[in-house]
């Protein structure tokens, strides 16, 4: 799976930067943007606990997964006329945090509110830029962005946003956060429910139209399952080793209890490479898309929808052997599906016209 971020140090010499910047690509609902974020001001070494005590902290304690933040995003020309209404939260309000819920815009790439305090939970990707800039910063920290389309490639297209013009500048203040935890601190099952979560709202963001937002869904789900195969496959051993009722004890909590079996495990697998496969079809992207859908298949040979994936792939790719065994194993599948029929009669008339185009220059030649 290919990374989301692309991480590195700049020396950005521009009118809003003129210091060392961190620098990375984002998604966001229509495009990839490239984020250039520094900070402004300093921070409170102050968080709050779940029972509501404020308490001291590290100098490096931020924001993980799970936290409940309070997050201020505004483009940079608002931040004076914001900072005169400027309100200051107790502790104790802090400590009832609970998320704000908004929808995502397709025109928008800063997603959030602009100007208004919102709560997010880190880790659920609502906004991609905001979410990343909050896992560096601190309690009382503000931070600037800078923001400009990415085209990462021939097959991403950046639509403009009516957030302002370009490049947007803006600033991200984290007024205070509630306590999470870093990825080999959260349990086992708790990964699985986010792999869930994501998942479903891959499959909500894809019914929208929102592709790049359903394109990140699917691959943090994939990301969560990394460190869940191993698991999985632990599990399916002690279920040969041991009996049912020996294994599991009613009166203590198994962790496993609330896992998939492994079967469950790969077809879920499948499906979520199958699903980013057909984002990356619809995103133009072939060489992305046929390889998901690939590993689709090894995962689960009969996911027929993954075998069209592969097969649409390949034809966009023009690799038309290969896209017409896709189709005929989805036809042993599920035969006489009139999608693969019709996408075997569309690949013999391009080989069709392919051989006849190669004649006319062979003739050519020799004449």
């Known amino acids: ?46 968080t709050v606990s779940n029972s509501g005590n404020v308490k001291a902290c590290s100098s490096d304690y931020c924001p993980r997964l799970g936290s409940l933040c309070r997050v201020r995003v505004q483009l940079k020309v608002n931040t004076d006329e914001a900072e005169k209404r400027d309100e200051k939260l107790s502790f104790t309000d802090v400590a009832e945090l609970v998320a704000t819920p908004f929808l995502r815009h397709q ?19 609502q906004c ?14 503000i931070c600037e962005i800078l ?6 490639g021939p097959d991403v297209s950046v639509s403009l946003p009516s957030d302002g013009n370009l490049p947007l500048c803006a600033t991200v203040e984290l007024q205070a956060f509630t306590p999470g935890k870093e990825s080999w601190e959260v349990s086992a099952s708790e990964k699985w429910k986010w792999v869930k979560s994501h998942k479903e709202r891959g499959g909500i963001r894809f019914r929208s139209g929102d592709i790049w937002g359903a394109t990140d869904s699917y691959r943090r789900a ?3 399952l990394i460190p869940l195969c191993g698991l999985i496959k632990e599990a399916e051993t002690k279920e040969h080793e041991c009996e049912v009722e020996e294994q599991r004890d009613t009166n203590t909590t198994d962790e496993t209890q609330q896992f998939p079996s492994a079967d ?104």
């Not at 025109?107 to 990707?125: A, C, I, K, M, N």
């Not at 991609?128 to 920290?141: S, Y």
């Not at 923001?147 to 990462?152: A, F, H, Q, W």
């Open 107 to 125: 025109e928008s790439v800063l997603q959030l509110p602009l100007g208004d305090w919102t709560t997010l939970r880190l880790g659920e990707g």
């Open 128 to 141: 991609d830029i905001t979410e990343t800039c909050l896992e560096g910063m601190r309690a009382g920290e």
């Open 264 to 367: 469950e495990f790969r077809v879920i697998k499948a499906e979520l490479h199958s699903n980013l496969s057909l984002c990356q079809l619809k995103l133009k992207q072939p060489e992305r898309a046929k390889a998901n859908a690939t590993k689709a298949t090894q995962l689960e040979a009969g996911a027929v929808k993954a075998w069209y994936r592969l097969g649409q792939a390949c034809q966009m790719l023009n690799e038309l052997e290969e896209a017409k065994r896709a189709f005929r194993t989805l036809l042993d599948l599920q035969p006489e599906l009139p999608a693969a029929v019709k996408a075997l009669k569309d690949i013999t008339i391009r080989e069709k016209e392919r051989n006849a185009q190669l004649g006319l220059r062979l003739s050519k030649m020799f004449n």
């Open 1 to 46: 799976m290919e990374p989301v971020y692309l991480v590195e140090t700049l020396h950005d010499k521009g009118e809003c930067y003129d210091a060392d910047v961190t620098s990375w690509v984002s998604v966001c609902p229509r495009g990839l943007w490239k984020v250039q974020r520094k900070q402004t001001q300093g921070w409170s070494q102050q």
């Open 147 to 152: 923001l400009t389309p990415y085209g990462g």
């Open 222 to 224: 994939l990301k969560l």
